[in-house]
DNA sequence: CATAATATGTCGTCGTGCGACATATCGTGC
DNA sequence: GCACGATATGTCGCACGACGACATATTATG
């Protein structure tokens, strides 16, 4: 009963990505923000660069695992951002992934949990 | 409480180096035996390549997480293989991991798990 | 006695995280 | 009015690691 399995062949997903997907969940963030919530999501363990910020913007758009539109902060001046937004794809892969994550802790603690 | 502060700036382990670690936990082994554990251990998912193998092996010894000594398959004579075992940071580096793995599943199912 | 499984290793490529650098706008305090 | 930090977006080059392809040799099996 695997969903979609052709979803399978993308994970592992990074950690960077996994946590930038997973702020998207509760709505549509900008860049700097998602920046910022994954600071505060993996309590300071994982810093973005801005490298890898919007290297991998980039790609999960090729993906098409979330989707961007343009916004004027003001009218029609000033300041251009961009937000994104997890599409129906993106949201399966985060079930897969921390499903993928579950299990493989599961092994783990099977394997060298019970035991001296 | 977090015992050996030094180890977490070498997490997040890679899916095949976890799952190495994870094969050695019953005890000593060998590359071969470990690859097929490995496949075994992840339901057929994680087939270790012996580039991937040979180059996380030569780099798990230069950490000290494994160990290596040279066993003889017969008397003297015949193939030579080596066996790796964990050393106690070996154990340490994978109950690190495993934790963190389960703060990031807690940290994902709480934002993706409790809402539409 | 050929063929598969076991066993170890190297090499080149590609994807990704990351630090450094570059720009520009916005808010706050002085 | 203006300096300065926070916000915001982006590029570039480096380094590390997984992987497939290739190379070899030994040990079982049919």
């Given at each position: 009963m695997l969903a979609s399995p052709d979803i399978q062949p993308h994970l592992p997903l990074t950690e960077a990505v996994l946590f930038m997907l997973i702020s998207l969940v509760p709505g549509p963030s900008h860049g700097y923000a998602m920046l910022k919530d994954v600071e505060v999501l993996s309590e300071g363990r994982v810093l973005l660069s801005t490298g890898t910020l919007y290297g991998a913007l980039k790609r999960l758009l090729e993906q098409g695992w979330i989707a961007r539109y343009v916004e004027h902060?003001?009218?029609?001046?000033g300041r251009v951002t961009h937000s994104y937004e997890l599409t129906g794809i993106g949201r399966r892969i985060i079930q897969a992934e921390l499903a993928r994550l579950e299990a493989l802790v599961a092994v783990g603690r099977r394997a060298a949990g019970e035991r001296a």
């Open positions: 902060d003001q009218a029609e001046r």
